[in-house]
């Protein structure tokens, strides 16, 4: 009796071992797909990538990426919705920090900008794509996702402007143009880079450029938000 316990105890644990093991196969399979389809997206467009492409760079089969994502879109989309949801989780940390409101949205706008132009190709790429009116479908799912975090940087401006430490603002107008510079810097990187040797394909000029657009934006921040004390 007591060798027959152990023998299923045995069974068991081998069980679960293969099962986990498949579990680790089948996350490392899909993360495998998910890296390769972005340095195609990056490179070719999302015109211009297949999914057989996409299966040949991965090392998986046309079915599994079927399986894991139902279709080419379906890969784009979980690319889009992974990065949106990371920096939705950095956000929401950001938001709960006791911080002051300016020390919370600097932390945003330098969170945000080192994302963006950290990964400036797949960025110019999507830009690119979305703007395209014959996939209405996917640009709305992706608006609808990025909504989510624009709420959140908007009630850290409007908290600020009740509490007194921001002065009163249009909020949407003034998360536009912080959303928008980053995004023009990232897409147009030759409006700043023009009759200098910097190059945004170089990480270190990279870097330069990063450093400046935040130091540029923490500026305008504070010289927009702060109350001006009256005399």
Known sequence: MGRS?????LINRLINFVASNLRMEKIDKKANILEAAERLFTELGYEGTS?????KES?????M?????GSKEGVFMEIMSQRIIDFNNQLTSISQDKL???EKLLKVIE?????ILCNHGLHKMMHRELSLSQRPEMFLKVKNTIASNLIVIEQIIT???EDGSFRPVDVRMLIATLMGTISHVAISPSKITYGTSLDINNPEDRDLITVRLIAHLKDLLTMYLTPQNDK
């Open 65 to 69: 990426i079927n399986y894991y994502f």
């Open 51 to 55: 999914t057989r492409q996409i299966a």
């Open 111 to 115: 969170g945000y900008a080192k994302r």
């Open 100 to 102: 002051s409101g300016m």
């Open 5 to 9: 316990s152990e023998h299923h105890k």
């Open 159 to 161: 908290d600020g402007i």
């Open 59 to 63: 090392g998986a089969n046309m079915s």
